[in-house]
């Protein structure tokens, strides 16, 4: 009976024997009749597994993959197998045991396809949980029912609010010790300001959990034989009814307060029955006011039928999803036009290329079609270049084994072969359609190494990787450095760049060796100053004439990583065609500050008036006018340097308390909380990213190997003074420019 039900196909008993065989014939079957098929809109879910490091997402894939019979078996993602799971595709992520890249699959799920991201969990690798939320229309949001909302669920959570994704939560890892669902759902709504309650509870917890308790439906589920195929329905248990009760009054009351169907029904008292509820839960889940939590264990196999019945009924499809695009018209202002999501190829099609990845046959790109169909042999145009391609290939993706499809229609996520094009560009089929997407928000680096081929022979191999790993990933970014003759990679994170040089060595065959890590240091002006700049050269034929008079300020402290340029002429003094030479010269010279050689940021640059000659100014001279002002701006002005100030969360057990925070203060920190419970504390801090170098290693030394601790960026702060002088010292020196005595005592 189990097995129909999973399966929706009864003729499969009488062929098959055994469970494995069944499935076997599912996945076949999944993937050659139903995919083939053209869904209706309604039956399509695009949605996104995140979470913090190590809260089950690889685990829970890996669980509903097997659940609708997409794999045959289920394998861990630190499995004694070698085989690790299956959307772990690359073989640093199998041995690692965490996952370094998003990936895509999909799969059908009570008649309806469901298409799925697992990313990843560490913050080296945000880009890849930014590019999937943009392109998804809901997400599960995996909690650890110990560790409950950590840093990196904060940045997963701010991501969904970027892009307004609808969420569930899955408290997971119920069977843990020190498990507590009801401290995490706390966390959830102070720390994460969620409108959130249970839809589920737990029966037992650790090694008691037995099962869960569906809230709505009023009953118990029980997830029996060898990998809980057998969903048994029973009774609450006599000792959890009144708790039960409990919580689905709680539950209305949440839903009640933010939907006014359900409010009014409340307050005149009157009976709230399933479909009433479940129908309230989706609006507001729809609208993001409310958040329903599921409970569960995806290692033991328990919860996560359950939680992809909720994925259909709660999470958005494609059509209730509103997608925009921006639209160009020479002459007129650029419009906002709403897409249309119908799955009947009436419309243009519109695509957004989201991720790139170098396959085994070229370029892979994923795209996400949003408007339309495309078909084999169709013609696409990138709206940022105007190229066009012919499609010869259109494939979707299970993790990395493709599987190819003849057409795709809006709400599909697919890739192409053989298209040159940067993540975040718009393909369209009509030419003369001049919009593009929204593109994908990519956060700076944060950490920039030396980085060098051990071998000077595989310089070839070295320049092929980091081509393409910089054409993959936008926050991984490869550069010369003229001024220190290094060559310097930056990305999120030590782990980040640590991965890439890992794998230079295993794909490329070239080993690297990566020096001291560089921090992205700012400068940035600390009181406004005026300027009055004449740039007069003369030297036969034409010359160069430009005058620049304004004010460099400083911007407030919340736009500090930002430059600004501000034309404030009136009047016919700079010709309007030159303005454009002086806001190239003042970002040129941005670029390398005067100071210390570092980027220079939160500056205005208001240009108030100037001076031109009728023969020899130029865009040029203007541009080099620009330039001498921010010189003089740095003889007469005040600078100070800026440094990155890293939000750190540490975890470890309470007999090490003291010393931790005796670490923290070491390396400059702030602390701005702590917390504790049951033998481990968590101590929130501010700490510069320059003193957070080899933590690690301190870290488990002090704490027995015991400790754990993730930091990601928060914002850029005023560095001390002794930094600063030492910075400036080690630039004069490497510039060979000997201290002016006169500048150092300002």
């Not at 919580?247 to 709230?272: A, C, W, Y």
């Not at 391609?389 to 259109?394: D, P, S, T």
């Not at 002002?629 to 007469?636: E, L, P, R």
Request: aromatic share 8%.
């Amino acid at each position: 009976m189990t097995i129909q039900r999973i399966f929706g196909r009864p003729q499969l008993i009488t062929t098959y024997k055994n469970v494995t065989d069944i499935l076997k014939s599912s996945k076949r079957f999944c993937a050659h009749k139903h995919f083939a098929e053209h869904k209706p809109i309604d039956k399509i879910r695009n949605i996104g597994i995140s979470a913090h490091i190590d809260s089950g997402k690889t685990t829970l894939t890996e669980r509903i993959l097997f659940y609708t019979g997409r794999i045959a078996q289920m394998h861990e993602v630190r499995g004694k197998d070698n085989v690790g799971a299956t959307m772990d595709s690359m073989e640093l992520e199998r041995q690692r045991g965490i996952t370094i890249q998003s990936a895509a699959t999909y799969t059908i799920w009570k008649d309806h396809n469901i298409n799925i991201i697992d990313t990843p969990g560490h913050v080296d690798f945000t880009v890849e949980v930014e590019r999937a939320l943009r392109v998804l229309d809901g997400a599960i949001l995996v909690l650890c029912a110990v560790g409950g909302v950590q840093s990196q669920t904060l940045t997963v959570n701010r991501q969904m609010k970027r892009y307004n994704v609808p969420c569930l939560a899955f408290i997971n890892k119920l069977d843990r010790q020190g498990s507590n669902p009801y401290r995490v759902l706390h966390q959830m709504r102070s720390k994460l300001n969620h409108n959130a309650a249970f839809i589920q509870l737990p029966i037992g917890l650790e090694n008691e959990c037995e099962g869960i308790i569906d809230l709505i439906h009023k009953k118990a589920l029980y997830f029996d034989g060898a990998f809980g195929t057998v969903i048994r329905e029973d009774e609450i248990p006599q000792n959890m009814r009144t708790e039960a009760d409990e919580r689905r009054q709680e539950l209305i009351e949440h839903v009640s307060n933010v939907d006014e169907t359900l409010g009014e029904m409340f307050l005149e008292e009157k009976p709230v029955t399933e479909a009433d509820l479940e129908a309230a839960i989706r609006r507001s889940c729809l609208k993001r006011t409310f958040t329903p939590v599921l409970v569960g264990t995806a290692l033991k196999n328990k919860g996560v039928q359950p939680l992809l019945d909720s994925v259909l009924k709660f999470l958005p499809n494609p059509g209730e999803v509103e997608n925009t695009a921006l639209k160009e018209e020479e002459g007129k202002e650029t419009e906002t036009v709403v897409l249309n999501p119908a799955r009947d190829g009436k419309a243009p099609f519109v695509g957004l290329a989201f991720k790139l990845e170098a396959g085994r046959f070229g370029q892979l790109t994923y795209l996400r079609c949003y408007q339309g169909c495309l078909k084999k042999g169709d013609n696409i145009f990138n709206s940022r270049t105007r190229k066009k391609v012919r499609i010869a290939r259109l494939v979707r993706l299970h993790s990395n084994n493709m599987e190819d499809v003849t057409e795709v229609y809006a709400g599909d996520i697919f890739a192409l072969f053989g298209v040159d094009c940067a993540s975040g560009d718009t393909f369209v089929t009509d030419p003369k359609l001049k919009i593009a997407c929204e593109s994908i928000y990519v956060p700076d680096p944060v950490v920039s190494m030396a980085i060098a081929p051990v071998n000077n022979k595989d310089r070839d191999n070295f320049s092929k990787a980091v081509a393409r790993f910089t054409k993959e990933d936008p926050t991984f970014h490869f550069y010369y450095d003229a001024d220190v003759k290094e060559t310097l990679v930056s990305g999120m994170g030590e782990l980040h760049l640590e991965i890439y040089a890992q794998r230079m060595e295993r794909e490329y065959n070239c080993p690297v060796v990566l020096g001291k890590p560089k921090v992205a240091f700012r400068e940035t002006l600390v009181s406004p100053c005026e300027f009055d700049y004449l740039h007069k050269k003369q030297s036969g034929g034409q010359g160069q004439y430009a005058r620049v008079i304004g004010i460099m300020e400083p911007l407030p402290a919340e736009s500090n990583t930002l430059l600004e340029f501000v034309d404030e002429t009136v009047g016919t003094n700079i010709p309007k065609q030159y303005i454009p030479g002086v806001e190239k010269g003042f970002r040129l010279m941005a670029e390398k500050g005067l100071l210390s050689g570092h980027k220079m940021s939160g500056i205005r640059f208001r240009l108030q008036d100037g001076g031109s000659h009728i023969v020899d100014s130029s865009e040029f001279s203007f541009q080099l006018a620009a330039q001498g002002a921010i010189k003089d701006v740095f003889q007469n002005g005040f600078w100070q340097i800026l440094e990155p100030i890293m939000f750190v969360e540490v975890t470890a057990p309470l007999e090490f308390q003291g010393a931790v925070m005796g670490q923290i203060n070491k390396r400059k920190g702030i602390v701005t909380g702590t917390e504790g419970t049951e033998g481990w504390f968590t101590v929130y801090a501010e700490v510069p990213l320059n003193e957070m170098f080899g933590y690690v290693g301190e870290l488990r030394s002090t704490t027995q190997g015991k400790g754990e601790y993730t930091m990601e960026y928060s914002r850029y702060s005023p560095c001390q003074p002794d930094l600063q002088e030492r910075l400036v010292q080690q630039y004069q020196e490497s510039m060979g420019i000997l201290p002016d005595k006169k500048k150092k005592k300002n």
